[in-house]
């Protein structure tokens, strides 16, 4: 439009035109504008929508009776209970199972990455094709695998397949011993205790021995007798107060010990196989980028094997490893959500699910879970951070 | 010093190499060397061996020797008629197939579903042939036109078209659309992010941290809820907005905030010299981002986005928990068919799924390697 | 560790190696005195590296016998140690670990294979990085030296062990110009001192200055060995004159 006028007027209106920081700024104000703009229509439909649905707003509905149950909970919770309740039952599952998968996934994830770079070519060769399978299949049809098609497969409680008349698995889950603490158990965790602090002591006291005289201790042995050793002898003198309750077949299932879910354990083994082989893929790839030559400079200095591998390669591949794990281990917790698919209760399918079924009320509760992992996230990233920044190699 | 000169032995000539002693070279060498160099190895290798017969043999027996190939019904797939332990029960799938590849889709309108997948093919597979010509022409074809004409061949209700209702859709076609769309919208949607994540005006820059991240840190299962139950609230109550629609706005929404990572991790690898280079010619910020920056960007992050696009194809499973029966969910909607209810079908339906889903997926993570190899090889 | 008052340092007969069916060492046969500084050459391929590395085990050969210091080397793990301890290496890329100061470096081996307390383990490093000259980055990290420095520091690391034996595989190779004369100055100093040295490198005039043989490899094989002087001036071999023709431009 300022091509019309060629006044002396248009000058000045160009400059403003092509100004870049007062462009810059007009552009985010239009941005802004825009956002605000949305927002305000969203509000305004979805309150005229939620008025013509009769539907609820606020958190109230948290007081209200759940009234429905939930076959596995950690803490106490019945139908009567509360959907506040519920959001800690839900929560508190999607924790356990992401946690147990976490340590199951790491342990897993680290054997196979290990195993890829053998020098047995048939052993390497087989953890590359797990890895391969492994990835290139849908979770969500892992976990229906495991829950249907293996699990589901397993006999009823009558036939249950016992492992070392101790564990026995059927199709209502696996049920495993459960410990029962008599008198005098206090003694043995407080030689437990007793044993991690004395350990803890001694680390210190090796450390500075070595700085001193340089001898070494064997600190991995005394620390397995101490924290194992020392309990198992207390155990003994105080005549096993420490025992185990079996599970037993009675009329259709099985009391006593404690039954893994069949829901929990399917979700459980396909979360930490899946994510294993991304882990397995992440420690390959970090012990492979500590080049040869470290290896080769630590041997050449005498260093052992087992000694080249805990101070030469295993601190600079946890540099490249951790990050790249730490996001596995997010994405291990979002994927729990994936619960829902069979029915296991955390808190994506009680919240999100039958909750929201029930209420209606699906911004307060989309809102809700979809903060709960965000707010895992944004911990987990913070976290993140502050390990990168102090451990950066330093460069030049 | 003349002493120890003596003690170097020169070769009078030069001899012909020899062949390795047979402990080294040969098959029984490379045996030796890579299964049974220790004695911890020789275990490792026995039960890597037992563990490969174990998985193998009954593989094997039930994918091939012991399976049923053809049948009509239940009966043919039960041992009793078979007489031996029945294996997979080929037929299952025979009958189901056109379910799980078009779900409801009028069985006479399957053509118009085969010519989109046959243009798709068409377009894509010069695409990913990197020696191919006429890239520019193709992408245009295959991200701009090929969307507009798939959505008026599948929805059809125009150009005399029949109209056919999303919901019966079903099967890969649903995967397809699903993986597709997601890719085809995010891309665009990616780079734009990823360019306003970079860039210095901090209101926009702001914007999209927030997006990026929002998107990142929520499972895509809750995103789908997103999109299901809260998104329809936020419109006029005027529109209605078809269940698929909404699953793809959530997954396009979803898969841009991964993308923008990826095109963001291509651009950081772009050297500074080039935009002071760009701007020293002086091209203005989209011209140096649409010809010098982003043609270089993207060509490096290919493997990201084919990464991307496997992320994205497994993840549209999850739409069955949204009610919408994809590649998986019409095949666990087939378990529940009494007409083929035997012992063998459930694994019969894993196996089929797990080869098609492994299939597709692992060619195209070998594919993404391709062109990770070229790319290191051709820039170095 | 051996008490026995050897004269030879390292001991090589008819020693042979393959890389699969790759004939890369063929009937290798040296004979190194104490306290004697050879200088192996030879074209890009010739075996020179894998020939060092052998007498450190870090490749294995396959045929004939390797000595050092009155050890056979088999696969006896622990003796492999010993030597390993007794024999240092200095790489051409340094190899320096990126994760540890440089004091760290030092000290690293002498503690844990040495079994030195730390202190003791801190002077030694210290007196050996005074002696390269570099006594003022010991808490520096690898990374913010330059590439002289740094091969001073492997030099340094590897002199803490107090080796009998220093290997050497083209230490200057990987450095500028300007570097290079550093790290020799360090070379020539350790020579000048009686260390027992073999080293792999192309430097010419290191080999005139403190040489005591010339070795010069092809195909995998010692094809010719003599005094520095005698090596330079009268080549026999027409590899070798070819080889010096190129070199010495
Ligand atoms: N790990 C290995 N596997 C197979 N072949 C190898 C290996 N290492 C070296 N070689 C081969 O052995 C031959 C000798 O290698 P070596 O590194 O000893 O040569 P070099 O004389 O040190 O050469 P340069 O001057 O380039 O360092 C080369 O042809 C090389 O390709
Ligand atoms: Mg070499």
């Known amino acids: ?28 104000l239009v941005l802004l504008a825009i956002m605000v703009w949305l927002g305000i229509e969203f509000a305004l439909n979805a309150k005229t929508n939620l008025q013509a649905q009769k539907i609820a707003t606020g958190f109230g509905f948290l007081d209200n009776t759940a009234g429905f149950g939930v076959n596995q909970s950690l803490i106490a919770y019945q139908e009567s209970d509360t959907y506040g309740r519920v959001f800690f039952v839900g929560l508190l599952n999607t924790l356990v199972v992401s946690a147990f998968g976490i340590a199951l996934a790491t342990a897993i994830g680290f054997l196979v990455g290990v195993a890829r770079l053998s020098n047995n070519w048939l052993i390497a060769r087989l953890a590359g094709v797990y890895v391969e399978v492994i990835r290139n299949l849908p979770l969500l049809f892992q976990i229906l695998f495991w829950y249907l098609a293996v699990l589901g497969a397993l006999p009823a409680p009558r036939n249950a397949i016992s492992v ?213 996230s944004l911990i987990t990233s913070a976290l993140m951070n502050w390990y990168n920044s102090r451990l950066q190699l330093v460069e030049r | 010093m003349t002493g120890t000169t003596q003690t170097a032995y020169v070769a009078p000539a030069i001899t012909a190499p020899l062949p390795p002693p047979i402990a080294v070279g040969g098959p029984v060498g490379w045996v030796r060397g890579n299964l049974l160099n220790s004695w911890s190895n020789a275990i490792v290798t026995i039960v890597s061996l037992y563990l490969i017969w174990a998985v193998a043999v009954p593989l094997i027996n039930f994918l091939i020797i012991d399976a049923v190939w053809d049948g009509a019904g239940r009966a043919d797939c039960l041992p009793e008629k078979v007489g031996h332990s029945v294996g997979a029960c080929w037929p299952f799938i025979g009958a189901k197939f056109s379910q799980l590849v078009y779900g409801f889709y009028p069985w006479n309108l399957h053509w118009r579903v085969d010519l989109t997948f046959a243009l798709g093919a068409v377009l894509l597979v010069p695409l990913m042939i990197p020696r191919a010509p006429l890239k520019m022409l193709n992408s245009i074809l ?24 999303t919901r019966s859709w079903g099967g890969l076609l649903v995967t397809l659309v699903v993986a597709v769309t997601g890719i085809v919208v995010s891309l665009p949607l990616g780079i ?85 280079a760009a701007s020293a010619l002086g091209l203005g910020y989209w011209k140096t981002m649409g010809l010098i920056v982003l043609p270089q960007a993207l060509r490096l992050v290919i493997p990201g986005i084919v990464n991307n696009f496997i992320g994205l194809f497994k993840d549209t499973t999850l739409v069955l928990i949204v009610s919408i029966f994809d590649f998986l969910g019409q095949m666990r909607a087939a378990f529940a068919d009494p007409n083929w209810s035997t012992p063998v079908t459930l694994y019969t339906g894993f196996a089929f799924c797990g080869i098609v889903y492994f299939v597709f997926c692992f060619s195209m993570s070998r594919y993404s390697l391709f062109v990770e190899r070229r790319l290191n090889t051709s820039h170095r | 560790m051996h008490t026995t008052k ?89 190899n320096l670990f990126p994760h540890l100061t440089v004091l760290e470096n030092c000290t690293l081996a002498p503690i844990w294979v040495r079994k030195m307390p730390k202190k003791d383990a801190e002077e030694v490093a210290r007196k050996y990085l005074e002696r390269v000259r570099i006594p003022e980055q010991a808490m520096k990290y690898p990374g913010q030296l330059s590439g002289g420095q740094q091969q001073r520091v492997a030099i340094a690391r590897a ?87 190129q070199i010495l431009h």
């Open chain 3, 6 to 94: 050897n004269e030879t340092a390292v001991e090589i007969v008819a020693m042979n190696k393959w890389y699969g069916q790759f004939h890369v060492l063929r009937d290798i046969n040296l004979k190194v005195g104490r306290g004697e500084r050879i200088v192996i050459c030879g074209p890009s391929g010739s075996g020179k590296s894998t020939l060092i590395r052998c007498i450190n085990r870090l490749e294995e050969h396959q045929k004939g016998k390797i000595i050092v210091d009155g050890t056979e080397l088999t696969n006896d793990l622990k003796k492999i140690d010993e030597i390993r301890s007794d024999v240092g290496m200095v790489f051409q890329h340094f």
């Open chain 1, 164 to 376: 070392l008349d101790g564990v026995f698995l059927s199709n209502r889950g696996i049920a495993v011993p459960r410990p029962l603490f008599g008198e005098g158990s206090g003694l043995v965790l407080a030689a437990f205790a007793a044993g991690i602090v004395v350990t803890l002591m001694l680390r210190f006291w090796a450390q500075a021995r070595q700085e001193k005289t340089g001898q070494q201790f064997p600190l991995g042995c005394a620390a397995a007798g101490l924290i194992l050793g020392l309990p198992l002898l207390v155990m003994i003198a105080a005549g096993f107060p420490i025992g185990f309750e079996l599970p037993q077949l009675r009329g259709f299932n099985f009391v006593g010990g404690v039954t893994m879910i069949p829901e929990f354990t399917a979700l459980l083994i396909a979360l930490s196989t899946y994510t294993a082989a991304f882990i397995a893929e992440i420690v390959r790839s970090g012990i492979q980028a500590v080049s040869r030559g470290q290896t080769e400079a630590a041997y050449s200095l005498g260093l052992k094997p087992g000694r080249t591998m805990s101070m030469v390669v295993i601190p600079q591949a946890m540099r490249v490893i951790i990050p790249p794990l730490t996001s596995q281990y997010l994405n291990l917790t979002k994927n729990s959500s994936l619960a829902v698919g069979i029915g296991y209760p955390d808190l994506f399918a009680v919240f999100a699910g039958t909750t929201l079924n029930q209420t209606g009320q699906a911004i307060e509760i989309l809102a809700v879970t979809m903060a709960v992992y965000l707010v895992i």
């Open chain 3, 159 to 245: 002199l803490c062990m107090e080796p009998k034996i220093m290997l050497f595989d083209e230490p200057t190779s990987a450095l500028d110009p300007e570097m290079v004369k550093e790290v020799l100055d360090t070379m020539v100093t350790l020579a000048l001192d009686g260390m027992t040295m073999l080293c792999v490198t192309h430097e010419m005039g290191f080999a005139r200055q403190v040489a005591n043989r010339v070795v010069f490899m092809d195909v995998g094989q010692i094809v010719e060995a003599n005094e520095p002087k005698e090596f330079f001036a009268h080549p026999q071999h027409e590899r070798t004159k070819l080889f010096l023709s």
């Open chain 1, 1 to 28: 439009m300022t091509g019309e006028r060629e006044g002396p007027a248009a000058r000045p209106r160009l400059a403003v035109l092509y100004n870049p920081k007062l462009r810059g700024i007009f552009y985010q």
């Open chain 2, 142 to 165: 295959f991200f701009g036109v090929f969307p507009i004409v798939a959505f008026f061949l599948l929805v059809g209700g125009s150009f005399g078209l029949e109209h056919v209702e």
């Open chain 2, 192 to 276: 734009l992010l990823a360019l306003g994540r970079r860039s210095h005006m901090p209101a926009v820059q702001g914007m999209c941290v927030i997006f990026i991240e929002f998107w990142r840190g929520v499972p895509l299962i809750t995103v789908l809820f997103f999109a299901t139950y809260m998104l329809p609230l936020f419109l006029p109550n005027t529109w209605t907005i078809d269940a698929l629609l909404r699953v793809l706005v959530g997954v396009a929404l979803f898969s841009a905030a991964y993308m923008a990572e990826v095109v963001r991790g291509g651009l950081q690898a772009i050297p500074r010299g080039q935009f002071e």
